[in-house]
């Protein structure tokens, strides 16, 4: 019994304060500091899944823009308080990708729509919102064969759009299915940037961007841009639009208009003319006019 009572008083003795201290293990320890989150800065080159005009969580990884790489951030900014990140097509999302419309022209030496490029936009995830991020991220990627997806790439796109740089888009290669009878494809799939003395039979024309207004159905979309886009390519060849619609070899092509693009304010379509595949062209044909194809 004793050596019982004398082998539990020293295992209390055990628990007891240690000399010099007071018992109190809160007190006396720094405060963790807040939580922060900084987005990369304008400059830095990312690898990331992204695709054009579509949210995403996919995480974003720094490298060297020597390395391969899918995007660059190009400016950032942040979106007012609130009790979450905003959504995508809300109004703070859609001016903080106006800002970033900005930069982007700013960073490249001209409007992104007239290059083989598309943006990238990041608000903050829940989870950095949560930890007091309120910081969106501009970024700009190049353009593979379908204009809405990423093409690696090395060396920063810095000035690409400066005095018709190297970025500019100019000629394409269209691929695709149902070939008729005069050489048109009647489905596209790829929309591959190529230079104009290469084979092609397609050339860009110009950027045209639909009014305000909802989302409209896909016939009325197809009306809007074919119009509009029809115009720009009688301006690019120099001839009217009757004298357009008097020629059978040239067509009208376009891309854009998602249903996401016009969500974030963005309405822009790229306009093309498309010539046969059983026509190539190796140059451009702007200010062509009523002449033959080359």
Known sequence: MTAALLGLTAVLAGCGKPAGTDGNLANGWPALPA??????STGT????????????????QA?????????????????????????????????????????AAA????????????????VPLPAVWQAGGRQFLC??????????APLQRTGTVKGGLAQAGPLALTCVQLSGDNLDAKGFYGAVDAVKPVTCDAPHDTEFVGAWTAPAGEYPNQQRLKELASDACYLKIAQFLGISQTQLFQRADIY????????????????????????????????????????KLP
């Open 139 to 148: 970024g700009i990627a190049e353009a593979a064969d379908d204009l809405f």
């Open 252 to 291: 009208t092509f376009w891309t854009g208009l998602t249903a996401t693009q016009w969500a974030i304010g963005d309405r822009t379509a790229h306009c093309f003319l498309n010539v046969s595949t059983q026509t190539p062209l190796r140059a451009s044909i702007r200010n062509l006019g009523t002449k």
């Open 107 to 122: 960073y490249l030496g001209g409007d992104w729509r007239t290059g083989r490029l598309f943006p990238v936009f990041r």
């Open 35 to 40: 939580a922060s989150y900084a987005p990369p």
């Open 63 to 103: 490298v060297d823009c020597a390395e391969p790489h899918t995007v660059e951030v190009v400016g950032t900014g942040a979106v007012p308080d609130a009790a979450a990140p905003p959504a995508w097509d809300s109004d703070p999302s859609r001016a903080a990708f106006a800002e970033c419309d900005k930069a």
């Open 45 to 60: 080159c990312l690898t990331a899944a992204v695709s054009a005009f579509e949210p995403s969580a996919a995480p974003l």
